[in-house]
């Protein structure tokens, strides 16, 4: 893999994903709110447990 490429990808992992997530939940703590991520939930559908991000409470 090229450098450059290498470095595109990286810069695009920063920005998209977990470290933005992370960032953003951050932020809601910061400004007072309950933050859960990745928490288990029930599809009001399939009446199934899903894990995912589901939660900001």
């Known amino acids: ?20 997530e992370t960032r953003v939940a951050r932020a809601f703590r910061n400004a ?10 029930r599809d009001p559908i399939s009446q199934a447990w899903s894990h995912g991000q589901q939660g900001m409470t």
């Open 32 to 41: 007072g709110f309950n933050v859960v991520q990745s928490d288990y939930y």
């Open 1 to 20: 893999m090229s450098e450059q490429l290498e470095k595109k990808i990286e810069e695009w992992l920063e920005k998209q994903g977990y470290p933005l």
